[in-house]
């Protein structure tokens, strides 16, 4: 069974930065596509940014340009770096990962990791 873990989250002021991580863990051949989405109180979970495995990244709109995300394929993880946080950043902060396991290939969620910022 494939397991995802996020890290990273936490209490930060505005303007602040945080880096989240994610190792994914089992049977694994690869890891195709990668992302972070995050869900707010109340509202639905929203993309926030995606990498594929050649290293190619999406990212919403409203944290373009403060967030970055990275792969380190030979880790099995997945990173997202958080600067510039407005309080609108405030979520649950999920992983999710496209794997290769052996006879299947699916999408697997990480527990997810609570991001706060205070204004």
């Known amino acids: 069974q494939v397991q995802l873990v996020e890290s990273g989250g936490g209490l930060v002021q505005a303007g602040g930065s945080l880096k989240l991580s994610c190792a994914a863990s089992g049977s694994i051949f690869r890891i195709n596509n990668m992302g972070w989405y995050r869900r707010a109180p109340g509202k639905q979970r929203d993309v926030v940014a995606t990498i594929t495995s050649g290293g190619a990244t999406n990212y919403a709109d409203s944290v373009k340009g403060r967030f970055t995300i990275s792969r380190d394929n030979a880790k099995n993880t997945v990173y997202l770096q958080m600067n510039s946080l407005k309080p609108e950043d405030t979520a649950v902060y999920y992983c999710?990962?496209?794997?290769?396991?052996?006879?299947?290939?699916?999408?697997?969620w990480g527990q997810g990791t609570q991001v706060t910022v205070s204004s």
């Open positions: 999710n990962a496209e794997v290769v396991a052996p006879s299947t290939l699916g999408g697997y």
